[in-house]
């Protein structure tokens, strides 16, 4: 486990790359980008259940665990104990990270509801 403080650009990306997990112990977010910016790297994740991502561990691409101690000691325990699975469950994050949130997929549900509007 490292904390390494800040990090952006190419090193952020390499950081991503490299890493077997991701754990985002956020306590109040809206929608995490990090499990984004995970998921374009086929990086898992184990996110609280305060991150806005519940379908994470529906789509298989990591596990959502309580905000605390115990559920994120317990969700690291589950996940770390499975090494084999977690590359396939940062695949499984990736193709739903380019299917909902690529910018290609968004300008396209953009473009399909400008189409419907200006056909009214």
Same mark, same amino acid.
């Given at each position: 486990m490292h904390f390494i403080g800040h990090l952006g650009g190419a090193l952020k990306s390499m950081a991503y790359? !490299? !890493?077997?997990?991701?754990?985002?112990?956020? #306590? /109040?977010?809206?929608? /995490?980008i990090v499990v984004l910016e995970a998921g374009a790297a086929a990086?898992?994740?184990?996110?609280? &259940? #305060?991150?806005?991502?519940? &379908?994470? !561990?529906?789509?298989?691409?990591? *596990?959502?665990v309580p905000a605390t101690e115990e559920g994120i000691g317990a969700g690291l325990?589950?996940?770390l104990s499975r090494p084999d699975e977690?590359?396939?469950?940062?695949?499984? *994050?990736?193709?739903?990270?380019? #299917?909902f949130f690529a910018?290609? /997929?968004?300008?396209n549900k953009y473009l399909r509801m400008y189409e419907a509007m200006a056909s009214v």
């Open positions: 790359h !490299a !890493a077997e997990l991701l754990v985002i112990p956020s #306590r /109040s977010e809206a929608m /995490s990086t898992p994740v184990l996110i609280t &259940d #305060r991150c806005g991502f519940g &379908d994470i !561990a529906e789509i298989g691409g990591g *596990l959502v325990i589950n996940l977690l590359k396939t469950m940062g695949n499984n *994050l990736m193709r739903h990270t380019q #299917r910018w290609n /997929s968004i300008g």
